[in-house]
């Protein structure tokens, strides 16, 4: 009889939920649920309540109901017995961040807390925080931090320490009234198994945490702010587990809820992007892989940790234990091209699309298509939920019908195509002539040449700020 895991990958506006078959990693049945709430950019849910610029929020029991559906709808296409399902894994957008209470509930439950904008989770692309991110990264340099180095030099806006900084200076209230401030895939993990344990990928490259060294020291975080010198022992405390460690077993109640049987093996969670990791086979140094989705992330497995001019992070045994994975990448991607379908074409583009029954993306990559340099990659669209259900056959373990390891795990779960793509040597010279373009370009944002995007935003910010004073003044 087979054996079965279940992977919930959760992205920027909606969760998906697989099967898996152990046996050869085959997608039995998949199942999508939108964001109830979708991203909050612009208001809060219920008051209204205006957001600033660079806020993106989201709503915790969305998390919840991505489970509630999806678990039930595959279970239900399937028929597969919940006696031959042996696990749960999830993979989550990071530093998506909340406070909860001592109960382990989001602030932004309660009714006396709601209708304040800090309560609630911060999305992996809040961008709010980007002044205590200057400021973390200042005084950090001036004291000769070491943990920049495995960072880029640059602790992001995005990121835990910035989003805590960011709610202690905004709403202390609200800093105060905080038992922990956790990963969102943490907080999910803790309300399918009741145990709320942190996780090494998360831990590693979103809250400067080292796997030896722990924390930075007290001393930077007093440097930082007088009421943040204890953050690591309050509330960010807790132990950090390794990737594919059993959390815990799946509680009476979202046993109930899911359609499974109660202690089904949960495990603790994960980045979406790095799951792809194992999902495609790479367990060991020498391959690199690219993730794409909203963003695109660039990640690699070695064997020693080295400092990498511009990489997002470099963790030990953040990606698969054993090896420091090293992180780098694109922010944004899809959104910015999403944002260009949307707001950038021409109304002849739109008109076309329609006549031909395709939305405008499609006819896009149609059309794109048609140029010589475009590269067409086809892959899983389930790859990172793939990576979780393969962490949840670890955390069941072998003799639930499980694997005592990812590397075991991948030899049989992981799934890549046949087909190769090999440079077109005509269309090589091409993409060399535009790398060139894209090298200057790189420079000029990346290397100090001119801040102009941070200029940009500025600007965009002042127009707003004086077009609210005018329209308090009129």
């Known amino acids: 009889m087979s054996k079965y895991t279940i992977g919930v990958d959760y992205g920027t506006e909606s969760g998906r939920a697989v099967i898996v078959d152990l046996s050869d990693g085959a997608e039995i049945a998949t199942h999508v649920t939108p964001y109830r709430h979708g991203v909050m950019d612009e208001v809060l849910p219920g008051s209204g309540r205006k957001l600033e610029m660079d806020w993106a929020l989201e709503h915790p029991a969305d998390y919840i109901e991505v489970l509630t559906i999806s678990i039930p709808a595959v279970m239900k296409e399937t028929g597969i017995s919940p006696d031959d399902i042996i696990g749960i894994g999830i993979d989550f957008t990071a530093c998506t961040m909340l406070p909860i209470d001592a ?5 932004c439950f309660d009714e006396n807390l709601k209708d304040n904008p800090h309560s609630w989770v911060k999305l992996w692309k809040h961008h709010a925080a980007q002044d205590e991110a200057d400021r973390l990264n200042d005084i950090a340099s001036q004291r000769g931090e070491t943990f920049q180095t495995r960072y880029g030099r640059k602790i992001s806006s995005e990121w835990m320490i910035a989003k805590i900084w960011q709610i202690l200076n905004e709403a202390p209230d609200i800093y105060n009234q905080t038992d922990l401030f956790v990963e969102a895939t943490d907080w999910v993990i803790s309300q399918l198994s009741g145990e709320l344990k942190r996780n090494q990928c998360t831990a590693g490259y979103k809250s400067i945490y080292h796997h030896r060294e722990g924390y930075p020291d007290r001393e930077f975080f007093k440097a930082l702010d007088p009421r943040l010198e204890n953050l690591t022992d309050t509330k960010l405390r807790g132990e950090i587990y390794d990737l594919g460690a059993r959390a815990g077993g799946l509680t009476e109640d979202m046993a109930a809820k899911l359609g499974l049987n109660p202690g089904t093996a949960v495990a603790v969670g994960y980045v979406d992007a790095h799951a792809a990791v194992p999902a495609v086979g790479v367990v060991t140094p020498g391959k690199l892989v690219m993730a794409m989705g909203t963003s695109i992330c660039h990640m690699l497995l070695g064997e020693e940790e080295k400092e990498v001019e511009g ?12 090896y420091y994975g090293y992180e780098a990448g694109q922010s944004a991607v899809g959104d910015i091209f999403a944002w260009f379908v949307d707001h950038a074409v021409p109304g002849e ?38 990576g979780a259900a393969m962490f949840a056959a670890v955390a069941a373990g072998a003799e639930a019908g ?3 390891d990812i590397v075991e795990a991948a ?3 992981a799934r890549v195509r046949d087909e190769s793509f090999k440079p077109i040597p005509e269309n090589a010279a091409v993409y060399d002539k535009l790398y060139e373009e894209y090298s200057r370009l790189h420079d000029y944002f990346g290397r100090g040449g ?7 935003k500025t600007i965009k910010e002042e127009a707003r700020r004086s077009t609210e004073t005018a329209s308090i003044h009129f």
């Open 103 to 107: 109960q382990g509930q989001p602030l």
């Open 311 to 322: 990489m997002c992070g470099v963790v030990e045994n953040g990606i698969i234990p054993g």
């Open 349 to 386: 583009v739109k008109e076309q699309a329609a006549a031909e029954g395709v939305n405008v993306h499609v006819w896009l990559e149609r059309k794109a298509a048609e140029y010589k340099p475009e590269i067409k990659v086809a892959a899983s669209t389930q790859t990172s939920a793939l």
């Open 402 to 404: 499980g694997y005592d």
């Open 411 to 413: 030899l049989h779960m």
């Open 450 to 456: 001119n801040p102009v995007m941070k200029k940009l």
